[in-house]
């Protein structure tokens, strides 16, 4: 079975423009995590989608937005880029919710804001 | 609320020597607890899991972990180091109840083998 895959791998932007990026969950997984991993910062909670339906958010600013598709995959879109969204951001999907659900990672996407 | 905390944000061992990685948490319901490794330049690799099962957990590549509720501790151990244990270690915790399946994750904690 094939694991989480995420779209782009790397990609640099600019201040001020936006970014999409994408998730690709396991067969069968519903629900799609998303989180933001610096050095400063280690690894933060940005948000969860099930059934196309964000079920729960972390403590980012309404530029961070994402969305989940009927197919389970999902999109994360961060507008009005600043210098400190540089970031590795790593999706993991689980079959269900729940806190004893096993989170699969995927390997990232690494963004650079110029 | 909850948190995790990684006592050491770095560990030093020779190969061949013990691994002990520590974690301690704090959370107000029961948890589920997890290790997750981070290789250079890679993803997360899922270790072990406690969800309330047996306290003593045994994961992948001869890792283990007790949970010791007493002590709200949950520490990663390993008999004997490889060169391939050198990554990234996280410590993470979520609440077992449904509706949060949040996972909070603890700073890290980098593990070094001595040739």
């Known amino acids: 079975k094939a694991g989480v895959t995420q779209t782009p791998r790397y990609l640099i932007k600019t201040r001020g423009q936006q970014v999409t990026l994408s998730c690709s969950p396991i067969s069968g997984h519903r629900s799609v995590s998303w989180y933001q991993q610096t050095p400063g910062q280690g690894l933060q909670f940005l948000f969860e989608y099930f059934s196309e339906t964000q079920r729960n958010k972390g403590n980012f600013p309404g530029r961070f937005s994402g969305r989940q598709f009927s197919n389970s995959r999902s999109e994360m879109n961060v507008s009005t880029l600043e210098l400190g969204d540089s970031a590795l951001y790593l999706c993991a999907s689980s079959f269900g919710r729940g806190g004893k659900e096993t989170q699969y990672f995927g390997p990232g996407t690494r963004l650079l804001v110029l | 609320a909850q948190s995790v905390t990684q006592l050491d944000s770095h560990v030093s061992v020779s190969e061949g020597t013990p691994v002990l990685l520590r974690c301690n948490y704090s959370?107000?319901?029961?948890?589920?607890l997890f290790w997750y490794v981070q290789h250079p330049n890679k993803g997360l690799q899922l270790l072990l899991k406690y969800t309330s099962a047996a306290t003593l957990v045994k994961g992948i590549n001869g890792f283990e972990a007790e949970f010791k509720k007493s002590e709200t501790s949950f520490h990663l151990t390993k008999p004997s180091a490889h060169m391939s244990d050198a990554a990234e270690y996280f410590c993470v915790v979520s609440l077992s109840n449904f509706g949060n399946e949040k996972l909070t994750f603890g700073t890290g904690t980098r593990l070094t083998i001595i040739p």
């Open positions: 959370s107000s319901y029961s948890p589920s």
